[in-house]
């Protein structure tokens, strides 16, 4: 009987899997904050950013930081840990929401924060390293 193992290059699967790690822990405290504080003064936010948007205040967009970036970017850990090959796919997957967040952000409420093209840079490396890692290859021992 055949089984699939993937092997990865040590420089792109680590440094992913700390991305997404990063990744996480941010969006988790961040929506955290969001949630409990939904004016945004504990991240020293004003709802008068939202104007325009369909939000009053920061809840919902909070929620979606906790839930979808948040515990979405940690999803995949499982798969780097026993070394599945739905880590590389469910990698690309969050990078792609996280530039989705970051684009839709800076349609809404503009260029607000240094954060916006740093978060923007992380989502391009977690598709370019979930790229180099899946193509590193699948081997069948």
Do not use: K
Request: charged share 10%; net charge positive.
């Amino acid at each position: 009987m055949r089984s699939r193992c993937t092997r990865y290059p040590f420089f792109p699967d680590w440094l992913l899997a700390g991305q997404l790690v990063f990744l996480g822990i941010s969006a988790l405290y961040g929506g955290y904050l969001l949630v409990v504080e939904p004016s945004g003064q504990r991240l020293q936010m004003s709802t008068s950013i939202l104007e325009g948007t369909p939000f009053h205040d920061f809840r919902l967009p909070g929620l979606f930081l906790f839930f979808g970036l948040g515990i979405g970017a940690l999803l995949p850990l499982p798969g780097f840990a026993f070394r599945s090959t739905w880590f590389m796919p469910g990698s690309g997957a969050v990078g792609a929401a996280l530039l989705l967040w970051i684009l839709v952000q800076v349609l809404f409420v503009g260029y607000v924060s240094w954060l916006q093209p740093f978060y923007a840079l992380l989502g391009v490396s977690i598709i370019v390293l979930a790229i180099l890692a899946r193509h590193a290859g699948v081997s069948t021992a």
